[in-house]
């Protein structure tokens, strides 16, 4: 959530950003820590992260998108976490925009899809984790279009 209190050492900061470049959209989070990751939230964070890229690393065109959200919440789950979110959508000419990436979407991933990638866990009142990057799908991967660390930033 976001308030009027200053930033103070041990604070995780989710900023969600994002630009618009011809009229197209950008999609960026990441997740900051202040000073120090405590050891339960860098266990999320590394949680977070290797879903990410097992989704970027299962996009290509044919790939169902239900098959890939379910990899994603199944590993969540086992880890005792939900996935409150799609674990990404469309983006366009809007920032969220068809398809969105869950487990109720019978639709698959086609060639030249634009795509936010962002799965994220949230402790309600504590914490959350996000990593989201715009990627471009090709015929046998995607690129990501988001160039910005992924690794853990402490400032």
């Known amino acids: 959530m976001t308030t009027s209190r ?3 050492s041990g604070d995780v900061i989710l900023i969600d950003m994002g630009c618009k470049y011809n009229g197209y959209c950008s ?15 860098k266990a999320v964070y590394d ?3 290797e879903n ?8 290509c065109e044919g790939k169902l998108i239900k098959d890939i959200a379910l990899m994603v919440e199944n590993n969540f789950s086992l880890k005792r976490y939900n996935v409150l ?3 990404g959508h469309g983006i366009g000419l809007e920032c969220h925009e068809m398809p ?20 994220g ?5 504590s914490f959350g984790v996000r990593i989201e990057d715009t990627v471009w799908v ?5 690129i990501e279009l988001t160039k910005s660390e992924k690794n853990y930033i402490v400032i």
């Open 6 to 8: 200053a930033i103070q």
């Open 27 to 41: 999609d960026m989070t990441r997740t900051i820590f202040v000073d120090n990751i405590p050891n339960n939230i």
């Open 47 to 49: 949680m977070v992260l």
């Open 52 to 59: 990410q890229k097992f989704v970027l690393n299962e996009l």
């Open 85 to 87: 979110h799609a674990c």
């Open 100 to 119: 969105f990436i869950g487990t109720k979407n019978m639709h698959t991933i086609k060639e030249n899809m634009v795509l936010a990638i962002e799965p």
């Open 121 to 125: 866990a949230y402790m309600a009142g």
């Open 138 to 142: 090709k015929k046998n991967n995607c």
